[in-house]
């Protein structure tokens, strides 16, 4: 079983005349960490089997593939779907999820051995081929961890935008998807849209061979989550605004426009799948300004599996008013550190954005404010990728674009920017 612990950090003294309250809600659980075999789960394998997949990159899928059917453990219900402009179902040889036996397993690597690549890409449809499969699954295993794998090396060409919209919310709720884009000939908005929508993630493969260690460390993840489709329960007072919920850590996901009404006061905002990690949630409360000294519950952070309304943790976000301009002015170090990681994403956003629109001005000073950021947080990852694009000079804090930058570079750094990292230990630094 998963233990759940929370923690709330805040600064819960208001100025007078204020009523805006931050808080990040730290979600610990300890559990089993590589499998979990008491846990019934299904694993769906989409491998991009498009024209533009030829030679070496389809070899190198064929061999992710195999290696994350060969992780899958004994009893997990699989199946491997290839996709071009339709969605095939490879493994089994019906619409329907297996078993992973030694003989399973074995038929599967030989169908993923006939992949060859040729037609157009409609990632809408593959997802939708998996949500049905997974919705088979769900009505004789409600509680089951439901993942699939996503692998893809081009656009979304072959699926008007309306087609793949409706897809797409065919899809959301019914399973987690991590996708994978491999090459330089994807697009990030594509695949974070996926991502997002199915609770995922979505990374950078810059090498074909480099996924088969990739499927592998997907599958062990997969194999050790433990409880599907928890929520983050909010409640607020009745006079309060919820401004925002968004998950900060371990990527940047704003999940305020999914919350689902459980009263008047009270929404569950998903949340996935869990096993043990450890994730950070930033809520913003504004609240009616009350008088020094009085103090108030700005809102309940419950954890709870939305099915059966059990709680796993739960914490207060507090507010209370005071004239000491010592108690009320401080910043919470959590708070800001985060602050500065959303702000930073988006600044390298809209930097490469500008970059890409010829706008100079603007992706220089988006992309040297960035690199600032980055420094100051420790993020060493995104300044190493973000020095890939411009040329900084720490001394003066200012930055050049840089002339000639490799497209896998560009890819990596608007991937990873949503990708944060934990305040370092000590809070002043």
């Given at each position: 079983m998963t233990d759940f612990t929370m923690r709330v950090d805040q600064n819960k003294y208001l100025p007078t005349g204020s009523?805006?309250?931050?808080?990040?809600?730290?979600?610990?659980?300890?559990?089993?960490?590589?499998?979990?075999?008491?846990?019934?789960?299904?694993?769906?394998?989409?491998?991009?089997?498009?024209?533009?997949?030829?030679?070496?990159?389809?070899?190198?899928?064929?061999?992710?593939?195999?290696?994350?059917?060969?992780?899958?453990r004994d009893g997990v219900y699989f199946a491997v779907v290839a996709g071009n402009h339709e969605a095939q179902i490879i493994?089994?040889?019906?619409?329907?999820?297996?078993?992973?036996?030694?003989?399973?397993?074995?038929?599967?690597?030989e169908a993923v051995s006939r992949l060859v690549a040729e037609g157009g890409t409609a990632m809408g449809r593959w997802l939708r081929r998996a949500a049905d499969l997974f919705s088979d699954f769900q009505q004789a295993y409600p509680g089951a961890i439901k993942h699939a794998i996503l692998l893809t090396d081009g656009k979304n060409e072959h699926e008007k935008a309306p087609e793949f919209a409706a897809n797409l919310a065919y899809c959301a709720g019914k399973f987690v998807c991590d996708c994978r884009?491999?090459?330089?000939?994807?697009?990030?908005?594509?695949?974070?849209?996926?991502?997002?929508?199915?609770?995922?993630?979505?990374?950078?493969?810059?090498?074909?061979?480099?996924?088969e260690a990739d499927f592998r460390a997907m599958t062990q993840a997969a194999m050790g989550k433990t409880v599907a489709d928890v929520a983050l329960r909010l409640w607020t007072p009745r006079a309060a605004k919820l401004n925002f919920v968004k998950q900060v850590s371990p990527t940047l996901e704003d999940l305020t426009g999914r919350r689902t009404e459980v009263d008047a006061l009270t929404g569950d905002y998903p949340t996935g799948a869990w096993g043990g990690e450890s994730r950070e949630y930033h809520i913003n409360?504004?609240?009616?300004?009350?008088?020094?000294?009085?103090?108030?519950?700005?809102?309940?952070?419950?954890?709870?599996?939305?099915?059966?309304?059990?709680?796993?943790?739960?914490?207060?976000?507090?507010?209370?008013?005071?004239?000491?301009?010592?108690?009320?002015?401080?910043?919470?170090?959590?708070?800001?550190?985060?602050?500065?990681?959303?702000?930073?994403?988006?600044?390298?956003?809209?930097?490469?954005?500008?970059?890409?629109?010829?706008?100079?001005?603007?992706?220089?000073?988006?992309?040297?404010?960035?690199?600032?950021?980055?420094?100051?947080?420790?993020?060493?990852e995104t300044a190493k990728l973000l020095d890939k694009v411009i040329e900084f000079d720490p001394g003066t804090g200012t930055a050049r674009l840089r002339r000639d930058v490799d497209k896998a570079d560009e890819i990596a750094l608007d991937t990873r920017s949503v990708r944060t990292v934990r305040m370092r230990k000590d809070p002043e630094a």
């Open positions: 009523g805006e309250v931050h808080a990040i809600v730290t979600v610990e659980a300890s559990g089993p960490i590589e499998r979990a075999p008491a846990v019934e789960a299904a694993e769906i394998i989409i491998v991009d089997t498009s024209g533009s997949m030829s030679y070496d990159k389809i070899a190198e899928a064929r061999k992710a593939a195999r290696a994350a059917i060969d992780t899958l493994f089994p040889d019906r619409a329907m999820l297996v078993p992973a036996t030694p003989e399973s397993r074995s038929a599967a690597r884009g491999v090459g330089v000939d994807w697009v990030v908005a594509e695949l974070r849209e996926i991502a997002s929508t199915l609770l995922g993630s979505v990374m950078d493969i810059r090498r074909p061979e480099d996924l409360v504004r609240v009616p300004a009350g008088n020094v000294g009085q103090e108030m519950r700005a809102g309940l952070v419950r954890l709870v599996l939305p099915g059966t309304g059990e709680v796993l943790a739960k914490g207060n976000i507090l507010a209370q008013w005071s004239d000491d301009p010592v108690q009320s002015t401080r910043i919470n170090p959590r708070v800001a550190h985060y602050t500065g990681q959303q702000e930073l994403a988006s600044l390298i956003q809209e930097g490469l954005q500008a970059r890409n629109d010829g706008d100079v001005d603007t992706a220089t000073a988006r992309l040297g404010k960035a690199r600032g950021i980055a420094e100051k947080a420790g993020n060493e």
